[in-house]
């Protein structure tokens, strides 16, 4: 599973549109496009449902980036300078003969340490784009209980394993473990939820649910500070507007929803900016607790305007949390 075998069968199809097709489906993997996607499910679609679907990428994302620090397997271009980058940087020395020689076997402890001291692509495993997408597409399928759309989940994630080995970006063991991780946590964090907010009587359940990810906080030297931060942030403001105004009830009109979405996408995107040009660093208490400031603000402040502009109504009877 960590041999090129597979990535040079699948480049033996390139072509500019294969390379395009794969690349485009490799973007619906990155940040911003899944951000603006878990905005617009959240905002667009259901706030109970997309915080759930949140809770299950952010734990995912946590764990794969984890993972990925913890294990530091080399990445294809780092070991077999005969694949194709597409313009990204292969390593200067053709390390195919230290492969491992078996489909079941894993890298030897000289190939590692040879990686490991030179600046070659690492952190290969698991793969973040499997994990990510398989988080995000998995969960909607979960929360929302549509055949449409296990069919579109499983056509996207299945794409998003092919594109990242056809980009050498990945081994077929790094997406397997990509998809593993994506599947096991994101339905451990969906059977909690749901038994949370929708099976549990207790008023505390949720608001513990919301709460839990503060235990992350003592463990800032391991988790990076960005996401941390961020999904804390979250969370805070989910459980302060059910505390303040209680569930909204979105409008009929497309056109106010699509505003809401608009308005929660760039202020989350204004905040992101002014913390990157603020330049924090990657790891840090002061630097976590900074973004889950940041980001507490910038949900509510994007809430207030929704509430103020009456593009968020409120049932008269509060969700209790």
């Known amino acids: 599973m960590f041999r090129t075998d597979i990535n040079h069968w699948l480049q033996q199809w390139d072509h500019s549109f294969v390379y395009w097709f794969f690349e485009g489906v490799s973007t619906l993997g ?4 899944l951000i603006v996607l878990l905005y617009s499910i959240m905002i667009g679609g259901n706030l109970k449902k997309g ?17 990925k620090t913890v294990v530091d397997y080399p990445r294809p271009m780092a070991v077999d300078t005969t694949l194709n980058g597409f313009g990204r940087k292969v390593n200067t020395e053709n390390l195919l003969k230290m492969q491992p020689k ?6 030897s402890t000289s ?13 290969g495993f698991p793969s ?11 969960g909607l399928a979960l929360v929302y209980r549509r055949r449409w759309l296990w069919f579109l989940s ?8 092919f594109s990242r080995m056809y980009l050498a970006r990945h081994y077929l063991g790094d997406v397997l473990g990509g998809l593993g991780v994506g599947l096991l946590f994101t339905y451990l964090v969906y059977a909690i939820w749901q038994q949370t907010f929708y099976t ?41 507007i059910q505390r303040v105004w209680g569930n909204p009830v979105y ?15 760039f202020i989350a995107f204004l905040s992101t900016y002014i913390n990157r040009r603020l330049d924090f660093p990657e790891y840090g208490l002061v630097a976590m607790l900074l973004y889950i400031v940041f980001s507490m603000i910038s949900f509510l402040s994007a809430a207030f305007i929704c509430v103020q502009t009456k593009w968020w109504l409120f049932q008269s009877e509060k969700l209790k949390v």
Do not use: C
């Not at 929803?257 to 996408?265: C, D, K, N, P």
């Open 30 to 33: 990155t940040s911003l496009v």
């Open 51 to 67: 915080f759930g679907v949140a809770n299950m990428f952010f734990y995912v994302i946590l764990l794969t980036l984890l993972f």
């Open 102 to 107: 078996g489909f079941f076997d894993t890298f």
């Open 111 to 123: 190939l590692l340490h040879k990686i490991r001291s030179q600046k070659a692509a690492r952190e």
């Open 128 to 138: 973040g784009h499997t994990s990510l997408i398989t988080a995000i597409m998995f």
């Open 154 to 161: 499983t056509t996207i994630i299945v794409l998003m394993m």
């Open 200 to 240: 549990d009587k207790s008023s505390n359940a949720a608001t513990y649910f919301m709460l839990f990810p503060l235990i992350l906080i003592p463990f800032y030297a391991w988790f990076p500070a960005f996401p941390t931060g961020t999904f804390i942030g979250l969370n805070l403001g989910y459980l302060t």
């Open 251 to 265: 409008s009929d009109n497309i056109g106010i929803r699509i505003a809401s979405v608009v308005v929660f996408a």
